[in-house]
Every structure is written in C-alpha cells, then in structure tokens.
C-alpha cells in the first residue's frame, strides 16, 4: 500500500513538474519574441507602448481561436454525416473570425505605425518563428 501511494505521489510531482516547466518555456519563449520584436522595429518607447497591449491581446485571442480549431477532434469513423457538416461549418466560422481578427489587428496598428513600418513587423516576426524552427530542429536532432 505505501508502493502504490509513493507512486502516485511521485506521478504526481512529476506531472506538476512537467507542467510548470512548459509555462516556464512558455514564457521564456515569449521574453525572447519580445526582445527580438523590439530590437528588430527599433521600437521607441512610445511606440512599445502603444504597440505591446495591442500585440498581446491579438496573440492571445489567436491562441484562443486556434485551440478552439483543435478542440473534441474526433475519430472521422465514428461520426455522423450531419455532425461532420456542423464542424465544418465551425471551422469556416472560425476561420472568419481569425480573418476579422486580423483586419482589426492591422488597422489597429495602423493607428501605431506606417504600412511600412507593419510589413517591417511581419518580416521580423517571420525571421523569429523560423530561428525558433530551426532551434527546436536543432534541439530535437541532437537528442537522437
């Protein structure tokens, strides 16, 4: 009885543990894009600070929308014709919602910078996602 309690104690602590270090990585990850966003705009601090609450709420309504997308995937096999067409039509909603996201984000911005100064924000997010792609390449090849 002690084995299976120090078992379940110690899955426990693990999976806590797990967890608390993907919200580390998380934000680790997150201080980097910072970083990175600002030195590569050459924001000044007036335009960081117009610039960062709108990025931030447009990042986390994304994220929202994107695990939305992804949530009750189900077995295709098991399901119905008629539910098949109702996440259909989920997924074209959803994906008109992250459209009209995206409209307000850059008119948002718009308020912030040039159209110039936007593309210049695309670029270097671009840049960012792809060193991290090549990182986690990288990270994942050399543990093999």
């Known amino acids: 009885m002690k084995k299976i309690l120090f078992i379940i104690l110690f899955l426990n602590a693990s999976i806590y543990a797990v967890a608390q270090d993907k919200d580390e990585h998380r934000e680790k990850i997150k201080a980097l894009k910072t970083a990175y966003i600002t030195e590569g705009m050459n924001l000044t601090a007036r335009e960081a600070q117009q610039f960062w609450p709108v990025y931030n709420e447009y990042v986390e309504k994304r994220r929202q929308l994107y695990r939305q997308e992804r949530a ?11 539910k098949a067409n109702a996440k259909l039509d989920e997924y074209v909603a959803l994906e008109r919602e992250d459209y009209l ?3 307000k984000y850059y008119n948002d911005l ?3 910078f040039s159209a110039r100064r936007i593309m ?14 090549l990182e986690y390449r990288q990270r994942k090849e050399s543990k093999k």
């Not at 009750?72 to 008629?82: A, G, L, Q, R």
């Open 72 to 82: 009750e995937v189900e077995n295709i096999e098991c399901i119905s014709e008629d």
């Open 101 to 103: 996201l995206k409209k």
């Open 110 to 112: 718009k308020q912030i």
């Open 120 to 133: 210049q924000l695309k670029k270097v997010e671009d840049e960012f996602n792809h060193k991290m792609m």
